[in-house]
Structure formats: C-alpha cells, structure tokens
C-alpha cells in the first residue's frame, strides 16, 4: 500500500508561485508513474501533470510553460512548481501514483494511490 502526502499549498496572488511536494511511503515512484491533478469550486478533478517512471512528462494545456513536475527519488517526493499562478488554478491538488501506467496520462481513472490535497487559492 502506497501513502501519499502533499504538503505546501497555500495563498498567493496572482502572478506569485507556489511549489508543492508529495511525499510517499514508500520508494514506489521510482518506478511508478506519478501525477498532480487538481479539482476547483465547482468543477470536476483534471488532471494537471505527470511524469512516467522514466521521467518523461505530459502537462495539460492550461499549465504549459507556468508549472513544472519534477520527481526526487531519493527523497521519495513529487514536485509541481507553479509560476504565474492564474485566479482560475485555484483548486484542490492532489497527487497520485499507479505502477502501471504508463507515458504519464491525465486520467484519473488511470491512477490507484491517492494524497489527501493541499488547497491552493490564488487571488486576483
């Protein structure tokens, strides 16, 4: 069983930054795909970015040249550095892990280990 915690959420304004990490139990990311998706007021869980075992990438479009996943291996923590932080990136973000996905998809459906969230709110 794989535990997931996400931590550095918070409050920052518009065009600020933020930069969450994911820790797990265990050193399964080294070889399963992880992945950062997010859920706002009101709308459904997207997926945000991934990042395979082999450390390709995927990003959706909306986060594309503003957010950067990144894995340490050694420390059993996934990244997502946010830059120029939008109104609408405001959301829960939640990490997840699976060993059998794989070139990083965004589906939720995709994914069996799940964190809890961390709050991300950004004002205008």
């Known amino acids: 069983q794989v535990q997931l915690m996400e931590s550095g959420g918070g409050s920052v304004q518009a065009g600020g930054s933020l930069k969450l990490s994911c820790t797990s139990s265990?050193?399964?990311?080294?070889?399963?795909?992880l992945a950062w998706f997010r859920q706002g007021p009101g709308r459904e869980r997207e997926g945000v970015a991934a990042i395979a075992s082999d450390g390709t990438t995927n990003y959706a479009d909306s986060v594309k040249g503003r957010f950067t996943i990144s894995k340490d291996n050694a420390k059993n923590t996934l990244y997502l550095q946010m830059n120029n932080l939008k109104s609408e990136d405001t959301a829960v973000y939640y990490c997840?892990?699976?060993?059998?996905?794989?070139?990083?998809?965004?589906?939720?459906?995709?994914?069996?280990?799940w964190g809890q969230g961390t709050q991300v709110t950004v004002s205008a």
């Open positions: 265990t050193s399964s990311q080294r070889t399963h795909c």
């Open positions: 997840a892990a699976d060993p059998a996905a794989d070139n990083g998809p965004l589906d939720e459906q995709r994914y069996t280990y």
